[in-house]
């Protein structure tokens, strides 16, 4: 008798609870736990503040208020599936599931339930095709533009001439870390330069061999594909074989406080690509100071405001915000649901005008979203790391990546993943 | 009272010898799949299919396999996330290089692929035992993992390396890929638990399982007896393996759709798996699906009640739930170290009396 009461209550409690549908649900696939939680966290507070901010601040998006469900995936990709399954029937608009594992299962998925998912510079890089992928989005950058940045940083350097200099590529081995290959590779051929591949396996706390083989090689440069632990082990390792910290340079997942600090002073003039703005040196963090922390409603622990990877939970909120209010103009209604918040995604458009209005004046580029292009400008910046003052240093504008090495590599992947999986292209 | 043997007469051996000989059990064994086959496809939706159930299925599947060659013949093994991504792979280059070929085959087909893997690695077995043999299959999770990283043919030369599956039909229905209706995936899982624990169980009721046993028990004894080492543990790593293949084929292509060799099927699922066995219980079909049901239902539980009805902030939840998991893995193992199908053998056992125990 005990055992089926149980077994009642088991079953009730695992059936979620569904929630009142609130107006605009915004699930947020985070990570607080596990190895990569360093990541995880400030991204997850920043997307959560800045809903907070807009319902404190201007009573919502368009009237209606934002919600904001945390769903703990550990950067694990079956609680993902967990997560993704719980959250759909609450009137999800968007998923971000800040992991590229996660990213990939939730394709087929998203198309099938007509949810629009943003992989902002993560995730599958052809998804820019918006002709294959109608549901995902990448604006405004993705992997293969981070790793032409990477490129164009050294020729820029280099005064245009890099031919014959060995680039080392450090990277996680995952579908994460492979990414950049294929578009390093092709850049490899184009502009004559040497790329050796330098995989670090999961999690990344062992990397003495990796450092070794490029203590030997002898780069000039490194490049970097790194997140969570790796990070600060792949600079400490530099550190200590004296490489120097300006040839080497890390994606926007290797650019954060995390991964300089514990390395110290040695860090110092370690570079970074990245999409967004660095620092608390905006409006809008006078308005987050306002409404959201001095009204003991900021998010997690609140100790991360102005971090790099909070910046960027702040700017993918934004987008997501900004979507939400072209949908609406375009719909002519305040609650919207998935299907529209696609069509705001597609409509999308990012100026500087829009930026400042939200009080982040160059937070971001400026680009502009269509079915043809989901994938907005690919326009990089690089961030430098100074260690005594303690902060980042945006060290360059956002500038274009190579368009046609990029463009011809999303035509061809995702046309591959069009003929397995028998889509016709098409913007209807 | 009622759970008795008193009053059920067997005349023939067949009847005496059945899995189940007393009649409750029986007839609870027949509604439960009753249930699970007319009533359950019609109430469950993508939630329930997707987070719940697949899951249980599928590491029930390879919790029975990692059971025989555990559990049954004494082989321990820290391989099996590895020939999980065998099975995974198997599936997909199967279904990419046949689109025409069915699901059920292309199952069935990792699954042999699979225990061929299997015997390769359980060769070591005749030479070296107990921990030093955990050790060599070590070697097999990690070998096989970095080879699906590294061998570019088993991903079909994709730029991340992620495997992902194709749309692929059974019987006119979508098993795999986006439009998958949720009680079609529980039941072609359903359909494998059920046909393989069957197999299974009767399996080690008859001469090949008493081998397993045997060389389980004393491996010398056997031998002198007359079991050969070399066919009851080639053949336990073979049919293990064959079971774990299956549930990584289906892990892969109905459950997750895509995957990533490092991630899905690392060493934390090799450990998984052998949790799964230790807490359900060596040697016994039912603690495997015990085993895989605390498991993997258990976070999920802990989860919706603390996010879901408490309302507590996600890590919290997720920490919290790591301390209640872990603290109730160490007092089963102190309470009942034969783990929960050993619990329930107990249970049994005083329902039989109950309630005049004297």
């Known amino acids: ?428 | 009272m009622f759970y008795r043997e008193a009053g059920d007469f067997k005349t023939t051996y067949a009847e005496d010898n059945q899995t189940f000989p007393l009649k409750l059990d029986r007839i609870g064994y027949y509604a439960i799949l009753l249930v699970g086959f007319l009533v359950v496809p019609f109430v469950i939706d993508d939630y329930w299919v997707s987070a719940v159930l697949l899951p249980f299925l599928i590491y029930s599947i390879a919790t029975i396999g990692l059971n025989i060659l555990t559990g049954y013949c004494g082989q321990v093994s820290l391989g099996s996330g590895g020939f999980m991504a065998v099975g995974a792979y198997a599936s997909y280059k199967l279904m990419t290089s046949f689109p025409d070929l069915s699901m059920i085959i292309v199952v069935l087909l990792s699954g042999a692929i699979t225990a061929m893997v299997g015997i390769v690695f359980g060769l070591p077995s005749l030479r070296i035992k107990g921990f030093y043999l955990a050790v060599a299959t070590l070697a097999a999770q990690f070998f096989l993992v970095w080879m699906f990283n590294k061998v570019e043919w088993f991903y079909n030369y994709s730029a991340s390396g992620q495997i992902n599956a194709p749309e692929r039909t059974v019987f006119g229905f979508n098993i795999t890929g986006a439009e998958v209706q949720p009680f079609v995936a529980y039941l072609f899982c359903l359909s494998f638990v059920v046909v393989l624990a069957w197999a299974a169980r009767n399996m080690t009721r008859s001469n090949t399982g008493r081998r397993w046993m045997a060389i389980r028990d004393m491996d010398i004894a056997a031998e002198i007896i007359g079991v050969n080492p070399l066919g009851a543990k080639l053949s336990a790593f073979a049919v293990s393996s064959f079971y774990i293949g299956v549930a990584g084929a289906l892990l892969f292509s109905v459950y997750l759709g895509a995957a990533e060799v490092g991630e899905a099927f690392g060493i934390s699922k090799s450990f998984l798996l052998l949790f799964m066995v230790i807490i359900g219980g060596l040697g016994s079909i039912f603690g495997s699906f015990a085993g895989a049901a605390f498991m993997v239902l258990f976070p999920v539980l802990l989860k919706n009640i603390m996010v879901g009805q408490l309302g507590w902030a996600t890590d919290i939840a997720a920490h919290f739930e790591f301390v209640i998991v872990g603290a109730l893995i160490i007092i089963f193992l102190i309470v009942e170290p034969h783990g929960l199908a050993a619990l329930w053998r107990v249970t049994k056992e005083k329902l039989r009396l109950w309630p005049f125990p004297h």
């Not at chain 1, 769903?71 to 399954?85: A, I, L």
């Not at chain 1, 209010?325 to 069509?343: F, P």
Request: hydrophobic share 40%; with cysteine.
């Open chain 1, 1 to 428: 008798m005990k055992l089926t009461k149980f077994a009642a209550i088991a079953a009730a409690a695992l059936t979620v609870a569904s929630p009142v549908l609130a107006d605009l649900v915004f699930p947020s696939l985070s990570y607080r736990t596990g190895p990569y939680a360093a990541g995880g966290i400030p991204f997850a507070d920043g997307y959560a503040d800045y809903f907070t901010l807009v319902n404190e601040r201007d009573g919502g998006i368009g009237g209606a208020k934002a919600k904001v469900v945390e769903c703990e995936t550990g950067y694990n990709t079956e609680k993902g599936v967990e997560c993704y399954e719980s959250t759909k029937g609450m009137g999800a608009l968007v998923y971000q599931p800040l992991s590229t594992g996660i990213t990939y299962q939730l394709i087929p998925k998203t198309a099938a339930d007509g949810i629009p998912m943003h992989t902002m510079g993560y995730g599958r890089t052809s998804a820019a095709n918006g002709k294959v992928f109608r549901n995902v989005f990448n604006y405004p950058d993705n992997y293969w533009n981070g790793a032409s940045a990477i490129v164009n940083h050294l020729l820029e350097i280099n005064g245009g001439d890099i031919k014959g200099k060995k680039l080392a590529l450090v990277y996680h081995n995952s579908a994460y870390g492979k990414e950049p290959i294929r578009t390093l590779e092709a850049l490899a051929e184009k502009h004559g330069f040497k790329l050796t591949l330098l995989p670090v396996d999961h999690p990344g706390q062992e990397q003495k061999s990796q450092w070794l083989q490029i203590r030997r090689e002898r780069p000039d440069y490194v490049a970097m594909w790194g997140w969570g632990v790796m990070n600060p082990t792949a600079i400490q390792e530099a550190a200590n074989i004296r490489f120097p910290m300006e040839n080497f340079i890390g994606i926007w997942w290797s650019g954060s406080e995390n991964d300089v600090k514990p390395v110290g002073m040695a860090a110092d003039g370690y570079k970074a690509v990245t999409f967004h703005n660095v620092g608390s040196d905006f409006p809008i963090f006078a308005d987050i100071q306002k409404y959201v922390v001095d009204a003991g409603k900021a998010a997690g622990a609140g100790d991360q405001i102005g971090t790099v990877l909070y910046n960027r939970g702040l700017y993918a909120a934004m987008l997501a915000a900004e979507a939400v209010k072209k949908a609406q103009a375009i719909h002519g209604t305040k609650d919207i649901n998935a299907s529209m918040m696609r069509d705001g995604m597609e409509a999308l458009e990012i100026t500087e005008d829009i930026m400042a209005a939200q009080g982040m004046p160059g937070f971001g580029p400026s680009f502009k979203v269509s079915c043809e292009n989901h994938g907005g400008s690919g326009t990089v910046g690089v961030q430098q790391w100074d260690a005594k003052a303690g902060k980042w240093n945006l060290i360059s504008d956002f500038k274009p990546t190579d368009g046609d090495v990029i463009g011809a590599l999303i035509k061809e992947d995702s046309m591959k993943y069009a003929t397995e999986n028998n889509i016709t292209e098409g913007c209807n």
